[in-house]
């Protein structure tokens, strides 16, 4: 059901789907863009994809202007209510990037609720925000302790090698992502007086993105899930290889791997694998229900 509440989530009047590719006799693959919620994210990927199926994206970036909180139960009727205007009925193929794939994990709990289906549920890089909760005390502290040495690691041998754009760059995202509640907002107005829009790195870190994100807790679904994960997510995700969707999801999850990192996933030569990959879950590509990799 869709309240007042939840509509008053995107911008009036603008544009929800942004079409990428709108020939083809497939079924249609919606995709839901991360953090920042440009649409541009898909571009390549859409390219990499095989002819034959036509691809739209959701367009989510008003939210990083819509001036309120929102959380992904609000976001995925809207969404739903979209897409229903290019396919009135399931089965449905989406995939999500990042905080994209958890709007997409949401719409296809509802989809079942309302006697639809989706039949991809693609998720691009995008950990479920309970795994931690999940964890014994021991776990979740093991986690952290991990993460931490980790990402120290990483920042060293870029100094050490003298790789200054990749120190700055990682170094900029860590402090954003956990600093940008503070003083984001204040950067936000400072932007719309200019009329001028905000940084990449800034929008791609929003705190009401981030905090939309650490708030949802998903709930079970029956049907499989394909998760992609990029080879570099972090040792301190090698106890569950699922990032964490095992424990909600009954109907099985199918695990595939992308050289690179969270952002190079999406660009060529890594968005390949992904579109490659993408394209055998589409309509019907073989082995759709047949899990690779079980966690």
Known sequence: MITSNSRSVVSAGH????????????????????????????EEMTAALPKGHPVYAIDM???????????????????????RTIQSRGPYYFCGYSFGGLVAYEMAIRLLDE??????????????PAMLSNLSQADAANFHKTYL??????????????????????????????????????IKSFFQVLKRPLPRVLRANDPVFQKAWHSYVPKRYAKSLV????????????????MGWSACVT??????????????????PSVQVVADTLATYLDDGPNRNEPESAA
Not at 69 to 82: H, K, M, N, W
Not at 252 to 257: A, D, L, N, S
């Open 251 to 268: 109907g099985g999850v199918q695990v595939h791997t992308v050289p690179g990192g969270h952002v190079d996933m999406m660009n060529q």
């Open 149 to 186: 040495v980790d990402r120290l690691k990483n920042y060293g041998l870029h100094l050490l090698r003298g790789d200054l754009k990749a120190f700055a760059g990682r170094g900029s995202a860590f402090i954003v992502a956990r600093l940008g509640k503070f003083f984001t907002p204040a």
């Open 61 to 83: 970036e008003p939210l990083c202007d819509a001036g309120r909180e929102f959380t992904v139960e609000e976001l995925a009727p809207v969404y739903l209510e979209a897409i």
């Open 227 to 242: 998760v992609f994960r990029v080879d570099d997510r972090g040792p301190e995700y090698d106890n569950d290889p699922s």
């Open 115 to 128: 006697g639809d289906a989706a039949n991809l549920v693609g998720l691009l890089d995008a950990a479920n």
């Open 15 to 42: 544009p929800l789907i942004v079409p990428f590719r709108t020939d083809g006799a497939g079924s249609p693959l919606f995709c839901l863009p991360g953090a920042g919620g440009s649409v541009h994210i898909f």
